[in-house]
């Protein structure tokens, strides 16, 4: 869950660089005892202490960053994701997913993982290479929200669900709350785009991050104020937008795109439209959590 009244866990200073353990499932998917797979201790402990749950995920966090004020942005640096466990999990659950009047019933499969070749193998299917990253990053929301599940991705990140936040690749995140309070969880070993029957190969990953803040008033035209995440990778800046209705989900993702490419060149809006149109990417993130995800991929070197 996410909630601007909590005390964070750690404070850093910008540029310091935090490495994060992170477990991921509630006891309703875990591997029966029969099973060759264990349940990581540290996951055990929190089923153990049974903590309230509003949201599917856990989360570990926060972590504050000394002089982060509102208005600020966050840039978060994922300098590398690991598996912590050798097993992960992909489940169906009644009136969840994209199809959730096709699959009433709740089927759950546990998934090897062989961290060292980088790839997992499902008992039905075939063997699948890795591409690890977090489902949520977020910091608080805003306090007027008070406390927020964990599930639907907002203008705080979040659940957002994207498969191109990989290690290398950078998120910036608005700042809501003094401290902007960084949480971060839901390790996915893969996923594909969409996401559709609610879970990706949800599993233990361990993160190292690098937190570089922005200061409003610096004005830097690159980190000008902005109201969404946003996020690049070596080789694309990524545009995102959230909707309950995938449209409109996708309308803010171009208007962001929009917003972004008329900020960093001479294109006027209606040609940034048109670029858009010849050269953006336009993905289906994810249509499962409420508040429905589409990105934009803009490649580097084509405008800037």
């Known amino acids: 869950m996410f909630d601007a009244a909590f005390d964070p866990v750690l404070t850093v200073n910008s540029g310091d660089s935090v490495t994060v353990e992170c477990v991921s499932g509630g006891v309703e998917v875990m591997p029966p005892a029969e099973s060759p797979y264990a349940i990581p201790s540290a996951l055990q402990a929190i089923h153990d202490s049974n903590p309230p749950r509003i949201g599917p995920h856990i989360l570990t966090g926060p972590i504050a960053i000394a002089g982060a004020e509102p208005g600020d942005i966050l840039e978060v640096r994922i300098e590398a994701i690991e598996p912590n466990n050798d097993w992960g999990y992909c489940a169906v659950r009644p009136l969840a997913g994209t199809l959730p009047e096709d699959f009433p019933e709740r089927y759950v499969s546990h998934i090897a993982v062989d961290a060292q070749r980088g790839v997992c193998k499902p008992e039905w299917g075939p063997e ?9 990053m977020g910091v608080a929301p805003p306090a007027k929200y008070g406390r927020l599940s964990s599930r639907e991705p907002r203008e705080h990140g979040g659940n957002m669900d994207n498969k191109e936040l990989v290690a290398g690749s950078t998120l910036y995140l608005p700042v809501w709350v003094p401290g902007a309070n960084f949480s971060v969880g839901d390790g996915h070993g893969r996923q594909g785009d969409g996401e559709v029957c609610v879970n990706a190969l949800e599993m233990g990953l361990t993160g190292t991050f690098t937190f570089v803040l922005h200061k409003k008033a610096n004005g830097a035209a690159d980190i000008a104020p902005f109201a969404w995440p946003r996020a690049e990778t070596p080789t694309h800046y990524v545009l995102m937008g959230f909707h309950e209705d995938l449209d409109l989900a996708m309308k803010q993702a171009l ?49 800037f």
């Open 128 to 136: 699948l290479p890795l591409a690890p990253f977090f489902g949520t």
């Open 255 to 303: 208007r962001q795109t929009i917003d972004f490419i008329t900020a960093r060149s001479n294109l006027t809006r209606v040609q940034a439209y048109q670029f858009c149109s010849l050269a953006v990417d336009f993905r289906v993130t994810q249509t499962v959590n409420g508040e429905k995800g589409v990105h934009a991929l803009l490649s580097k070197g084509l405008l």
